[in-house]
Structure formats: C-alpha cells, structure tokens
C-alpha cells in the first residue's frame, strides 16, 4: 500500500509532472518523474491516471489499486523527492500484476537513469 505522505493529490503537480518530467512508456503504462533537488524536504510522491479508455469504474480502480500497491513495492529504489504520475493505458485493464509489476520497473528505470544522467552531466560539467 502506498503511504498517505507519498500521495500525489494536487492538479497542478500533475500538470507539472506530465509536462517537463522524464517520461517511460510500455505497453500497459506510461511514467512520467519529476525530481527535485535534494535540498527539497518533501517525500516523492505519486499520482495515478486511469482514464474512461480502460474500462468501467470497477476496472479502473482494481487498475488503481493494483498499481498502488506495485509502486509503493518500489519507492526504496526512486528519488528522494520529487513526483511521479503512472498513467495506466487500455491494456492494464487485462494485463495480470506481473506484466504491470514488469512493465513499472522497466519504465522506472528508465526515467531514473535518464534523470541520474541529466543531473550527472549538470553537475559535471560546472
């Protein structure tokens, strides 16, 4: 389960995230990450969007509830602060935990390591 403090509730942290954070895509998701310097007190949080296209209210929150649970497995390995917005896409609906489980830790990678190199060269080149 994710924790409350861990919670991504603020629309316009959403928009942010969307907009200028590093973004993963896979077949049943998408990932976007926005890190914060590390002087930032606050916790990473994380935001879900699973829209209409995946199916009914029932499907759409077992859609939820299943990524909650596998993104709460994974906040030890992710940034200290910053934000992070998992977008469920249609495929979600039928994919079983472990294509999700898969799929979040090959997008969460990704952005990581994006992220890592960005601030690495930032830094490195100073």
Do not use: W, Y
Not at 1 to 30: D, I, K
Not at 72 to 80: F, K, T
Not at 102 to 112: F, I, N, S
């Amino acid at each position: 389960m994710l924790p409350q403090r861990h919670r991504l509730t603020n629309g316009e942290s959403f928009r942010r995230t969307v907009r200028v954070g590093r973004r993963s895509g896979a077949r049943t998701l998408v990932v976007h990450l926005d890190v914060l310097p590390e002087s930032t007190a606050a916790p990473l949080q994380v935001g879900f969007v699973v829209s209409k296209a995946v199916g009914n209210a029932v499907i759409r929150n077992r859609v939820k509830r299943r990524l909650r649970h596998l993104c709460g497995e994974q906040l030890d390995g992710l940034p200290g602060s910053g934000a992070l917005v998992v977008r469920a896409l249609p495929a979600a609906a039928t994919a079983t935990s472990e294509e999700l489980r898969a799929d979040l830790v090959r997008c969460l990678q990704r952005v990581t390591r994006a992220t890592a190199s960005v601030t690495a060269s930032a830094t490195g080149s100073r």
